[in-house]
């Protein structure tokens, strides 16, 4: 099945600061990137996804870039808020198969 | 509100035994997904349906077993349960089903603990 990659596992920033969290994904005929939020004890919820049409999404302070020809698509949360600690998930195509996930902390 | 509803949303029970989780998915979604989540683990795939049928199966063991309903509904039956199936199990739902299917709309989850 598809293998998708996620790193780091664990990040820690300072609110303000900015946080990139890297996916790669060996399907090449995946033509859609979801990044998920879980908070704490809760449901993961899409926060946002691209499609392979673009390379650059941007929906307030987070951003989803994709390199189709290198397989990997990247989150950047931009201006850290301590509500933004969570866990991040990438997914590809059928979202068979998600990342390992990224514990992001953000240290008011 | 996802639109998704799974329940129960906690069940405690005794290794052996049987358990049978339930979804409803958002409304006019034809594709279900079952997912499992251990303590402190990613979300694993285990077996999705469109339309009442099975499309596609991860790493779904022999004791565990699902439907899809007319309704749309979904069932995912856990049997023999073992110490190591105390985990969190998400149902989404999602309009379709193949290569790129769009946004999943997951349940609150079941969170199932096996004594």
């Known amino acids: 099945g598809e293998n998708v990659e996620q790193h780091p596992s664990t990040l820690s920033v300072q609110e303000g600061d900015s946080a990139v969290i890297k996916c790669t994904y060996s399907d090449s005929a995946s033509n859609y990137f979801p990044w998920y939020k879980q908070e704490l004890g809760k449901r993961p919820q899409l926060i946002i996804d691209i499609r392979s049409n673009v390379g650059e999404k941007k929906d307030q302070r987070i951003a989803v870039t994709l390199n189709k020809t290198a397989k990997h698509f990247s989150l950047h949360i931009t201006e850290t808020q301590p509500e933004d600690s969570a866990v991040y998930f990438c997914g590809t195509g059928n979202q068979f198969y998600f990342g390992t996930g990224t514990s992001l902390t953000v240290i008011p | 509100d996802s639109g998704v509803t799974q329940t129960p949303k906690h069940l405690i029970t005794a290794t052996g035994q049987r358990v049978t989780l339930r979804c409803s998915p958002r409304?006019?979604?034809?594709?279900v997904y079952w997912y499992q989540q251990s303590l402190d683990q990613g979300l694993q795939f285990l077996i999705q349906?469109?339309?009442?049928?099975?499309?596609a199966k991860g790493n779904i063991l022999e004791r565990f077993s699902a439907q899809q309903f007319p309704d749309l509904h979904s069932e995912l039956n856990l049997s023999s349960l073992e110490l190591g199936d105390s985990a969190l199990y998400f149902c989404?739902?999602?309009?379709?089903?193949?290569?790129?299917?769009?946004?999943?709309?997951f349940g609150e989850g079941s969170r199932l603990t096996v004594l």
């Open positions: 989404a739902s999602s309009l379709s089903h193949g290569r790129n299917t769009g946004e999943l709309f």
């Open positions: 409304s006019g979604d034809l594709s």
């Open positions: 349906y469109y339309n009442g049928e099975e499309r």
